[in-house]
């Protein structure tokens, strides 16, 4: 607050984004992102990639991405795949695609099928869900479900491998298992198409 005719006014009344003044002229603390300068507060905008700043050269925090550096901002793409650092060797947090590994980024491709991690040895997502998560490492459906393409987790299928083949329940069962001389169904009591010249379709069943 400021002394102005016997009474106390604002400060950011008096100066725009002043949070403390010492006179109606005089500010002594901006608003975050701003600084004192002269009569007025001024944006720190003026360092580029500055947050905070005490004077015009003299960045205090810098946006995301970025890292102080002599009282300026630096990029922390000089880093492989970095995308917050605290110097221009030093990543803290990498693309979502790899891992943090003694302040670099390291791929985490090196788990097979794998499109986010949090370590070498732990996967935290799969690529698509041709795979499911299991002690952070990607199975591939297949191999858990037999004739399955795509599930979503150990024991549930979602799609399966081929038309030859439909979802009952959570798993794939065969057509011509469920329905004689069915090559393709849609379910387990309608069939598509039979085998050629040996069945003919009719009302959903081959004869």
Known sequence: MALSLGSCVSCSSLIANCTECSSSSVCTKCLDGNYPNGNSCSPCSIIANCNLCST???????????????????SCSSIFSCL???????????????????????????????????????????????????????????????????????????ECINDSYFLSGNICSSCSEAMNGCSICSSGTVCTSCISNEYFLKNGLCS
Do not use: D, H, W
């Open 84 to 158: 917050e650092c605290s110097s221009g060797s030093l990543c803290s947090k990498c693309e979502s695609a790899f891992y943090l590994s003694s302040g670099s980024c390291q791929p985490c491709s090196v788990i097979a099928s794998c499109s986010s991690c949090s370590s070498a040895s732990t996967c935290t997502s799969c690529m698509s869900n041709y795979f499911y998560l299991s002690s952070g490492l990607c199975i591939s459906c297949s191999q858990s479900l037999s004739n399955c393409k795509r599930c979503s987790s150990s024991s549930i299928c979602v």
């Open 56 to 74: 015009q050269s003299n960045c205090l925090s810098c946006s995301n991405g970025f890292y102080l550096n002599s009282g300026s901002c630096s």
